[in-house]
């Protein structure tokens, strides 16, 4: 039940290239956390854009002249280790750089913040109900 927020300046990305990253970001995460595939656990996926104003955005006080992007990735906590959120914050990386068609270099790569929230079993809450872990691999059987 992986949930993805982007935040990114309003009009940075066509409506395809948004479903393009809504559909390659949620295979990755899917691939690491042992889900690849899975038409359950993709259905449980979200991908969510949240656009601001291109003026909104500042840093140490002054206006930016690229588009900076923050994902706010959300999981059950214990569902993934330490190596693979190194690898999924470089694939989400790499990502943005590939659907913005941007040279990948460190400059760019400064660009995209990925946060990673681990939510404490029992704290996952949906369709009215608490989940539990258990309760989702129940659910991908």
Same mark, same amino acid.
């Given at each position: 039940?992986?949930? @993805?927020?982007?935040?990114?300046?309003?009009?940075?990305?066509? =409506?395809?290239?948004?479903?393009?990253?809504?559909?390659? =970001?949620?295979?990755?995460?899917?691939?690491?956390?042992?889900?690849?595939?899975?038409?359950?656990?993709?259905?449980?996926?979200?991908?969510?854009?949240?656009?601001?104003?291109?003026?909104?955005?500042?840093?140490?006080?002054?206006?930016?002249?690229?588009?900076?992007?923050?994902?706010? @990735?959300?999981?059950?906590?214990?569902? &993934?280790?330490?190596?693979?959120?190194?690898?999924?914050?470089?694939?989400?990386?790499?990502?943005?750089?590939?659907?913005?068609?941007?040279?990948?270099?460190?400059?760019?790569?400064?660009?995209?913040?990925? &946060?990673?929230?681990?939510?404490?079993?029992?704290?996952?809450?949906?369709?009215?109900?608490?989940?539990? @872990?258990?309760?989702? &691999?129940? &659910?991908?059987?």
């Amino acid at each position: 039940m992986p949930l @993805i927020v982007i935040h990114l300046p309003e009009n940075t990305f066509s =409506a395809e290239q948004k479903q393009r990253f809504a559909k390659q =970001a949620t295979d990755t995460l899917l691939a690491l956390e042992g889900m690849s595939g899975h038409p359950k656990a993709q259905n449980l996926s979200w991908v969510q854009f949240c656009e601001f104003k291109r003026d909104d955005f500042y840093m140490a006080g002054h206006k930016v002249d690229k588009p900076h992007y923050r994902l706010d @990735i959300s999981i059950f906590q214990g569902t &993934m280790a330490g190596d693979k959120k190194e690898q999924l914050t470089e694939q989400l990386t790499d990502l943005i750089l590939q659907v913005e068609e941007t040279d990948h270099n460190l400059l760019n790569a400064a660009r995209v913040w990925v &946060m990673i929230n681990e939510v404490p079993d029992g704290n996952w809450g949906g369709a009215g109900k608490i989940y539990r @872990i258990q309760d989702l &691999m129940k &659910m991908m059987r």
